[in-house]
């Protein structure tokens, strides 16, 4: 059974910081639904109500569009050990690119990484636990190192090359502003 809550508590805390992938979900108000796993140490938990999530280039930039048209992201993460547990957070987001304002303040809750495309920043309004009984077990092996080894070979330059050949326009035609949000 679901159990709902309206803040991040110490439980859920430690439970996320135990993970090692999250899930985003995003759609706009037409078109494609957008999943999209991922990983490597890009999240972080500001307050109660605040997390923030690093995205690194990738190859497309479905949640970007979503979120400048109607702010609506779902993170969840998955428990693939003993001891089963799904959690939900379901808010308001906001991107913010290098040209933007507050991209030094979001820089200051990671680690340097040449290859950020952007940051997303949601406002936590619901926690939704469940409990996972159906998720099968895995066993972690370790992270990729692929996307920071390339990311450093192309450079900044290089991965703006791959913004415009990738990530300009999503599956649904809609145009991203990752080029014109950069410096």
């Known amino acids: 059974m679901a159990v709902k809550f309206k803040t991040i508590n110490k439980v859920h805390k430690e439970f996320i910081e135990k993970q090692k992938m999250f899930v985003i979900g995003s759609a706009g108000a037409e078109g494609f639904i ?25 190859s497309g930039n479905e949640t970007s569009v979503h979120v400048q048209e109607n702010g609506r992201m779902t ?15 379901y808010g308001t ?9 507050r991209w030094d303040e979001m820089c ?5 990484f040449l290859g950020a495309r952007q940051f997303f920043e949601l406002k ?46 999503t599956l649904d035609g809609e145009k991203t502003n990752v080029l014109e949000r950069s410096k």
């Open 34 to 58: 957008n999943v999209s796993p991922k990983g490597m140490d890009t999240f972080k938990i500001i307050d109660e109500h605040t997390v923030v999530w690093l995205n690194h280039t990738g």
């Open 75 to 89: 993170i969840m993460f998955n428990s693939f050990d003993k001891a089963p547990m799904i959690l939900k957070l």
């Open 93 to 101: 987001a906001e991107v913010i690119h290098d040209a933007d304002e």
């Open 124 to 169: 936590v309004e619901l926690v939704l636990t469940s409990c996972g009984f159906g998720v099968p077990q895995y066993k972690y092996i370790g992270e990729r190192n692929k996307l920071e080894k390339w990311a450093k070979r192309v450079g900044r330059e290089g991965m703006k090359v791959f913004w415009t050949e990738k990530n300009v326009e």
């Open 108 to 112: 200051t809750y990671f680690n340097e």
